[in-house]
Nanobody, 115 residues
């Protein structure tokens, strides 16, 4: 059974940091690209950061220079280090793992940035 489980969300003050984790199971993880998305209330889902099976990364314009995506294939984990968080970063963050026609989603983890 394929599972993606996100964790690490929570409440943080503006300027603070969080590290989100995406744990995969049931797939040949090293073959999969992984993408973090977020969706704020009333807004469309937005690409945050992506990492290919080879480790190449890509970031949404709004998070460049603040967020870093990394992966550990041995642990079947992807991490999203988020620094300089602002209220505009408040959203549910979800990870997606994709390879050829296969695509899997986690349930999401909520990040709230507020003083």
């Amino acid at each position: 059974q394929v599972q993606l489980v996100e964790s690490g969300g929570g409440l943080v003050q503006p300027g603070g940091s969080l590290r989100l984790s995406c744990a995969a199971s049931g797939i040949n993880f090293s073959r999969y690209a992984v993408t973090w998305y977020r969706q704020a209330p009333g807004k469309q889902r937005e690409l945050v950061a992506a990492i290919s099976s080879q480790g190449s990364t890509n970031y949404g314009d709004s998070v460049k220079g603040r967020f870093t995506i990394t992966r550990d294939n041995a642990k079947m984990m992807v991490y999203l280090e988020m620094n300089g968080l602002q209220p505009g970063d408040t959203a549910v963050y979800s990870c997606n793992s994709a390879y050829l026609s296969h695509s899997y989603w986690g349930q999401g983890t909520r990040v709230t940035v507020s003083s």
